[in-house]
Every structure is written in C-alpha cells, then in structure tokens.
C-alpha cells in the first residue's frame, strides 16, 4: 500500500495530503509527508477542528473556524516531544493545554516539547500564530517546524485566538486576533494580554531561553503588533503574507529582526497595497518603514534566488531587516503543502527553514 492510499485508509478528511503525495520527490518531501500525516491521524479527523478540509493546513482561510478542541492530550501516535509534561500527558506530536484568561475565558493552546527534552534542559521558545478563520493545530501542521524544533531542542507554541468575546458579533473585525486585522485601530488587547500570560506560564513551568514569534496572515498581523509592542518578550519576528508598521504604534519599540515573505498574486492581501478599512500601503512601502525603524542605511538591495524568488534586503542595520517577493506567489507560505484554494506556493524557498535562521543566528 502507497502513502497515499496509506493516509486515505484512515481517514477522509486528507485530500490534501493526498494531492502532497503525487508532488513529493525526495526523501525530504516524504519525510515531511510522514509527519504531517502523524500530527493529522493524532488529531482523529480535520473535522473535528471545525474547519473545511483545505483550511485545516491553508492555516488562514476567509471563513471563520472553531478553536475548538477538548481539555487534556492530543490522541494517539506521531513524533517528537517527551511522554509527559506540566498540564497534561502527551501522547502524540503535541500536548493540547488550557489557561484560564484574564479577559474571563478559557483559552485552548497547543504544546509541543522537542524530542530528547529533559526536565530543566534550557529550551528557547517558537510561538507560531494562525490566520482568520483557521486554529491552532491548522498552523501547527502547516508551518510544520518540528524537524528544526527537534534538532536544536526548541518549544514550539500554537496559541488559538479568543473569537467569542467581541460585544457586537456582527462588527467587521468579530471573530479574529484582537491584535491583528486593526493595525491602525487597536480596539482590543485581549489576545496580547493572553500571548504575555502564556509567555510568563511557560517561564514558570519550563527553563525557558529566547522567545520568537511568526504566524500567518492574521497571525503574521498578531506578529506586528508584538514587535511594535515597547516591552515584547520576543527576540525576532517572522510574519508570513500579512505585516504592518504604524509609526504612531511601533515608533518606541527598540529595533527588532524581521523577515517576511509576500507572494505577487496575493488575492486576500495584496501587495500592492489595500483601502479601507484595512488601508495598508504596498508591501514595498511597509517594510521599508520597518528598515528605517531598525536604522538600516538608505534603500534595498534585491537578489535573484530563483526565478520566481528574489530577496530584498537593508544594509547597516541595528536589527536585520529583509523579505521575500515570490512572483506569481498567492496568499501561501512558501515550501508548505500545496493548496489550490488560496493560490500559488513556491517551493524554491522554505519560509520555516529562513525564519529559523534569523530566529537563531
């Protein structure tokens, strides 16, 4: 029996996975392959993280998801971490956690611990942020950092954003990041107040190292708002297709290392800017605002990866500032798994694997 029919056999929530099989060519795609296929048998069925099939691993679609999930531990099977931990038992690729907020809600995240941890072993930490209408396990596989996190010993992070607690469901920005998609209007501080209690829950319980934060779409704006926060535990920042900087809001945090990732067909964010209510300038624009901001010296400088790839970068800056412009790239994030519904991904580059470099040199 192939992969394919493999991963069928359990399950009808994979098409997917299905598609991943015939585009795998190497033992770095199958390898990849075999580990999103244990985080999704793990987790039962894609159904039931209410979300369609594709928007489980698109990790931000426009429809809006559940966070969902039960108290305890991830189900059975998968790789990496250690068999138990504070707050709950381990049983496959990651640990599903509860904390009490302090905006009154119980908020559901996910835990994952690095193969060979050690109680007390010094571990940096990876908080990794979804899109609209997508959860915290559709980032966790879509992102997919376990290899990296396992080889240097990191603890990686998905938390689920709070969509029950806007008043007035029917406002526009009901249902996502409280920190994210009101760049410019900061209405909420819900989620941000519930990432900084996660980060001191983690402290408390775990020999924690450096903090880095990247996500996706809506998550990649969570990962604004974090950077442009004066007081941010995180050390770098990696957005991917959604970033923003505002002078009045980020102008008095210190420099910060970011890298971004922007594909030329982005339908649901393009680059070329939007109006309102969202009105974010070109992404051109934005991130050399951020070059500024890191005291980068003068304009860019733009090299040829590929042919479908080029990376933008400042000089002379007090914290490296760069992104990445994929022609032809829809609202994806480059080397994940392929998904027809929100456009092109490039497999020239790996976001995970450039994020990780910046998040660790």
Known sequence: MNLESLFRSRSN????????????????DLARLLRLGSVLLAAGTLAACGTSDEAAVDAASPS????????????????????????????????????????GTERVWLLRLPAGYKEGMLADVVFSFHGAGSNALAQFTYSDFMEQADRDGVILVMPNANDRVYADETHRLAGYWSGAWEANLRERDFD??????????????????????TGMSAGGD??????????????AYGPVTYMYYNEAECGSAPPRPFIYFHGTEDA?????????????????????????????????????VSDEVTHISWAGCDAST????????????PGAVYTDRLGYT???????????EVFHR
């Not at 929530?13 to 770095?28: N, V």
């Not at 709950?88 to 302090?102: F, H, I, N, Q, W």
């Not at 680059?271 to 980068?296: F, K, L, T, Y």
Request: aromatic content about 8%; hydrophobic content about 30%.
């Open 13 to 28: 929530d994979i098409p997917t996975l299905h598609r991943i099989a015939h585009r795998s060519t190497g033992a770095k």
């Open 268 to 304: 649901t964010v393009p680059i070329q800017g939007s109006d309102d209510p969202w009105n974010d300038p070109p992404v051109s624009e934005a991130m050399q605002r951020w070059a500024d901001h890191n005291g980068c010296e003068g304009g860019p400088t733009e090299r040829a």
């Open 322 to 333: 760069e992104w990445y412009r994929i022609e032809g790239g829809g609202h994806t994030w």
């Open 346 to 356: 490039t497999d020239d580059i790996s976001a995970s694997d450039l994020i990780w």
């Open 192 to 213: 941000i107040d519930h990432v900084l209690e996660l980060v001191d829950l983690l402290r408390s319980e775990y020999n924690t190292g450096d903090f880095f934060a």
């Open 64 to 103: 809006q998801g559940d966070s969902g999930g039960a108290e305890g531990s991830g189900g059975s099977g998968g790789s990496g971490g250690p068999l138990s931990g504070p707050g709950g038992d381990l049983k496959g690729p990651y640990m599903e956690r509860t904390l009490g907020a302090s905006d």
């Open 222 to 235: 969570m990962v604004s708002a974090l950077a442009c926060f004066p007081d941010s535990p995180f050390k």
